[in-house]
């Protein structure tokens, strides 16, 4: 993408996850998905200064959520950022599926070491629904009410040990049950060198659902899994 000022045009990730600063710090964020991210966009972000913040973006959506005429989906978020901490709100228009949905994030800076975070959700789905006479069959879920069902919450946090260690866990769930459990402990090994090992769960509530065919989710074969990854991370 290229940015002039507060205008960003070009290929970014959807301003629904990227304004809220998506869902914690852990690698597996998306047990419960909230929301997707490939997108061409048209944006402007506003910044008062005063730690209000706001944003308005057009986007085109990906594969099967592309948008099917002129009309593109639309996102729009607010933000209060102080020392204490941050409140945000997204609220974002499925131009598809003529579907609203929203998340509202508090942000808490507890101390120097520990931070908190909860976020929920919530979405209309009647269109979404295999039954609504829709091209593609979307099995309640979209570009944006990406959960199950109308509701889901996730919440975390991380507490830093000292300047190279940190642990950081996120706890999430849905309308349909799904709940699923990150955490990890990352090192900075030197600057730019992160080492980060994970374990996760994942309950499939409705094993059957489309979060849990599409790979793009949670390509479970369990309605109980446990998985758990080590990663080294460079950053230049």
Known sequence: WIQLGGLRVGKDESAFDTFVGYAG?????????????????????FDAGNGFSAVVSLEEGTGTDTIDSYVPH???GVKYTQGWGAITGVVAYDSNYEEVAGKVRLDVNVSDALSLFIMGGYGTDDNLNDD?????????RGFYKAWGGNWAVWGGGTYKFNEKTSFNLQVSADDWKNVGVAANVAYDVVPGFTV???????????FDDAGFVNPSFTPADKKNSVGGMLRFQRSF
């Open 132 to 140: 609504a006479g829709n091209f593609v069959e979307a099995h309640g």
């Open 74 to 76: 639309v996102v729009g």
């Open 196 to 206: 980060t090992a994970e374990v996760d769960y994942l309950n499939a509530g409705r």
């Open 25 to 45: 710090n852990v690698i597996q964020d998306t047990l419960v998905p909230y929301g997707d991210f490939d997108t061409n966009v048209v944006q402007y972000y």
